[in-house]
Nanobody, 127 residues
Framework: QVQLEESGGGLVQAGGSLRLSCAAS????????MGWFRQAPGKEREFVAA????????YYADSVKGRFTIYRDNAKNTVYLQMNNQKPEDTAVYYC????????????????????WGQGTQVTVSS
């Protein structure tokens, strides 16, 4: 069982940066792929970025490619999402998620592939 807690959200102006953190408690974090999703008001939850257990493979949504970076520190049981050059359309609640398939080498991109979810953190980008 893994519990996830996001932090680092807030209000930022367009062009600014934020770094989200997702701290995991419980066993298994270092063996799991991790991902970030977001959900804007009135929209479905969408994939943002994900990485395999060792960071060897990453994948980004086209809308954030080149601006966002996902990385992890397994010693700290934490995954991060560095968001640069933010745009108003990045405004959403951001969720981290864990895929508990042991040492999977394929980056999961769909919500149903993830077993554990955090409660989310609000990111608001003003124009």
């Amino acid at each position: 069982q893994v519990q996830l807690e996001e932090s680092g959200g807030g209000l930022v102006q367009a062009g600014g940066s934020l770094r989200l953190s997702c701290a995991a408690s419980g066993r298994g974090f270092s063996n799991y792929a991790m991902g970030w999703f977001r959900q804007a008001p009135g929209k479905e939850r969408e994939f943002v970025a994900a990485m395999t257990w060792n960071g060897g493979n990453t994948y980004y949504a086209d809308s954030v490619k080149g601006r966002f970076t996902i990385y992890r520190d397994n010693a700290k049981n934490t995954v991060y999402l560095q968001m640069n050059n933010q745009k108003p359309e990045d405004t959403a609640v951001y969720y981290c998620a864990a895929d508990s398939r042991f040492l999977a080498i394929v980056v999961p991109r769909r919500a149903h592939e993830y077993d554990y979810w955090g409660q989310g953190t609000q990111v608001t980008v003003s124009s």
